[in-house]
């Protein structure tokens, strides 16, 4: 019996010569067939147009122009780096940077540590929390817009605000405005925006308990661990890979914030509360800088991208 | 391919033919165009509320008027009040409209420099206009003399509204005359349990209103006309004594806390004075009057009225500032005949009459001045015997009027001298880039 060659094409449609070696033959007798590479990206190429027309298109259009000066209607000029230039010098764009780092760090802290202790107690009784745990995931799924304009009502300065009347049932005649005072405006938003995402987190680490093998915990309890033990030194170290995705998730959301600071503070008071996605809007659309606005997008690309390169890395070689 | 070819010549006479038509029918003069027009109208429209369903009666109006015609809003993405960023995206996004409603003279000049707006020069020869508006207004809606826009309403934005009970309880029976009279009035309304005499919304742009009516009662039109076009810096002591004034009224226990100052937008100012009786005078535009109307059932003249800015005495108390509203027709509109149809009709009496039964005074000869409000009469009035300037911040540079109100919350949150001398440069910085 001569030797077949395990080539790729041989796997698939050779078969073997009395003369000995092999001889190729398509399987199916009939028509064209076409190669495995070819056909490969034949069924790649609608997902790949796709993707070419809704994210690699603006993408270089935003870069392209990030290098022109567009006031208005008039037309655009070619500046080179300038925007960039004027960027870093811009006092205000430098202030954007402190509030977008302590927004997404703030937000990202609360709502992954929050999620993180609550999915490890829900973990002790999964199925009397499932209404709990549905309750807090459909805070993630109110649009921001809408959990803003609640929030500015339970948060506003008058009689009317919930949380001052509440405060005000502890200290008499007490009255804050929360969104208009800069001291507290931004960590409002951070609570905000933390309350809406605490869903997530807590999914995600939930599921890594729940997928600790049922043998580790019971070893665990035949030893005689407490549950404090148990939590402590097998669920948590145990669903870091959800803390892990949760973190990353969070953090490109609020790098990008935008709705929440749009319908609660409109980026104020006194550009208290403006993130470097608020800035690109407000230069891009209410001044129409085109071209300054696409330049501040591009240094959050960077941004998203120098958080999310290392993450993708690592995760691509969890798969391998 | 034969009989493709044989097809054609058919068709290119039809469109000869059509050609031909086309132009007989230009060559008609546009009185004769008007009555016999039809076709979609594309109206760009960004207004809402009560603002909305006065223009939708407008546009009503004129459907009856012209039935071949119909009318089709194309409404940009808005964004806190300002529509021009939708608008500019939807232009440059290649949409087609007759008619762009707008509100801010420095975009009529962007339009116009971006070659989109038609000059109406002979449109308001044709069609009679300045017997209806006064050459005031039509220098109003002119770019170096060349008319684009039609003003079809205006608003004062020096007068201060408030609410007659709370007053009739402070024990004021007339309202402020003069700045000390205004600053007295605060302690009487304190003492009547109100705790914030003046409503400041200043979480966006409300604030500055303070300011532009003080900057005009304290330096004149003219000054303020050139601090629009930077021709004097914000350094000058004018603009600072202005800023000055104000502090003295903050000073004076006007408005309680700054936070919730910057907390507060529009409405929630409304609600503050007129829902929830905790605060007495808000000094904002007319449509304050079809929203008290509209959407807080109150009666004008009865549950609400409003005065004109108190006189300062420094030789500059017959001037006011004020807002309008016009329309420009477009040099790519697929139908200007039923444009200029329509912006003839917007300053005739039926259109005018809408605008008036839903608190909007109209700048027409046409309208019946019977059918306005007493708040609104009052307004009317004023206007009419003041020196006039269009509101500062609608004139600005959009960075520079970004900067100008932050600048101005900054000073609300401490209005000492030497923070005014901050501001002011801050400003000044801004604008040294801006022009």
């Known amino acids: ?320 | 391919m034969t009989r493709n070819r044989s097809l054609l010549p058919p068709i290119r006479r039809r469109t000869v033919l059509a050609g031909a038509a086309l132009a007989l029918l230009t060559s008609v003069a546009p009185t004769a165009l008007a009555q016999d027009i039809s076709g979609e109208l594309v109206i760009m429209q960004w207004q809402g509320g009560t603002d909305l369903e006065m223009w939708h009666e407008v546009e009503a109006a004129f459907i009856e008027m012209h039935p071949g015609v119909t009318v089709r809003e194309f409404v940009p993405a808005g964004g806190q009040g300002d529509a021009r960023g939708g608008m500019r995206t939807a232009i440059m996004g290649g949409e087609v409209v007759d008619i762009i409603i707008n509100t801010w003279p420095a975009f009529r000049v962007e339009l116009m420099t971006a070659g989109i707006l038609r000059p109406i020069e002979e449109q308001w020869e044709t069609f009679g206009w300045s017997e209806q508006l006064g050459d005031s207004w039509k220098e109003l809606g002119s770019i170096d003399g060349v008319p684009y826009g039609v003003t079809y309403t205006y608003g004062d934005r020096s007068g201060i509204w408030y609410k007659t009970e709370h007053m009739e309880k402070a024990g004021i029976a007339e309202p402020p005359k003069t700045w000390d009279e205004f600053l007295a009035s605060f302690e009487k309304l304190k003492a009547a349990g109100y705790g914030t005499p003046v409503a400041i919304p200043a979480k966006y742009w409300a604030h500055a209103e303070w300011f532009e009516s003080l900057l005009l009662r304290t330096a004149g039109v003219d000054f303020a006309a050139q601090l629009a076009r930077h021709e004097v810096p914000w350094t000058d002591p004018k603009v600072k004594e202005a800023l000055m004034k104000f502090a003295e009224m903050l000073e004076a226990g006007c408005c309680g806390d700054v936070s919730v100052m910057l907390a507060n937008d529009l409405d929630q100012s409304y609600a503050q004075i007129f829902r929830a009786d905790e605060a007495n005078y808000l000094l904002i535009g007319m449509w304050t009057n079809s929203t008290l109307k509209n959407d807080y059932g109150l009666t004008e003249g009865e549950d609400y009225s409003l005065f004109q800015f108190p006189a300062l005495g420094m030789g500059f108390d017959d001037t006011s500032s004020v807002d309008t509203k016009e329309l420009n027709a477009t040099t790519n509109g697929a139908n200007p005949a039923a444009a200029d149809a329509f912006l003839d009709f917007i300053i005739g009496p039926e259109a005018s009459d809408i605008m008036a039964r839903y608190g909007y005074a109209s700048p027409s000869s046409a309208m019946d001045q019977s059918l306005l409000g007493p708040a609104q009469q009052i307004a009317t009035e004023a206007v009419a015997n003041s020196k006039v300037q269009f509101v500062l911040g609608d004139l600005l540079p959009g960075d520079l009027v970004d900067e100008y109100r932050v600048q101005l919350q900054r000073f609300l949150q401490d209005p000492s001298e030497a923070n005014i001398d901050t501001v002011l440069a801050a400003i000044e910085a801004k604008a040294a880039v801006s022009y």
């Open chain 1, 1 to 320: 019996m001569p030797e077949t060659v395990a080539t790729g094409e041989a796997d698939v449609g050779g078969i073997s010569s009395p003369k000995g070696g092999v001889r190729r033959r398509p399987l199916a007798t009939r028509g064209w067939r076409l190669k495995d590479q070819p056909a490969a990206w034949l069924l790649i190429a609608p997902v790949l147009v796709l993707f070419g027309i809704s994210v690699v298109y603006p993408l270089i259009d935003t870069i392209r122009l990030s290098f022109f000066d567009i006031r208005g209607l008039a037309p655009a000029k070619y500046v080179g780096i300038g925007n960039y230039l004027t960027l870093f010098a811009d006092p205000g764009f430098r202030g954007t940077l402190v509030t977008t780092l302590t927004f997404t760090l703030g937000t990202t802290a609360i709502s992954v540590s929050l999620g993180w202790v609550l999915a490890m107690l829900c973990a002790f009784t999964p199925r009397t929390t499932l209404p709990f745990r549905v309750m807090i995931f459909t805070t993630f799924g109110i649009s921001e817009a809408v959990s803003g304009y609640m929030w500015i009502n339970i948060l506003r300065p008058d009689s009317a605000g919930l949380l001052n009347t509440v405060i005000g049932v502890f200290a008499p005649g007490f009255s804050h405005a929360w969104l208009g005072d800069p001291n507290t405006a931004l960590w409002a938003l951070i609570f905000v925006a933390s309350w809406s995402g605490v869903g997530l987190p807590l999914m995600l680490c939930l599921a890594a308990v729940q997928s600790i093998p049922r043998s580790v915990l019971e070893a665990a309890y035949m030893d005689g661990a407490r549950p404090a033990a148990i939590m402590r030194h097998i669920m948590m170290p145990l669903s870091m890979p959800g803390v892990r995705v949760a973190i990353f998730i969070n953090l490109l959301g609020a790098l990008r914030a935008f709705d929440i600071i749009y319908v609660m503070t409109g980026g104020g008071p006194v550009r208290a509360t403006e993130t470097v996605g608020y800035f690109m809007y407000r230069e891009s659309m209410t001044q129409f800088k085109l071209g300054y606005g696409a330049a501040a997008t591009v240094v959050l690309l960077v941004a998203v991208l120098v958080i999310s390169i290392p993450a993708i890395i690592q995760r691509t070689a969890g798969a391998r």
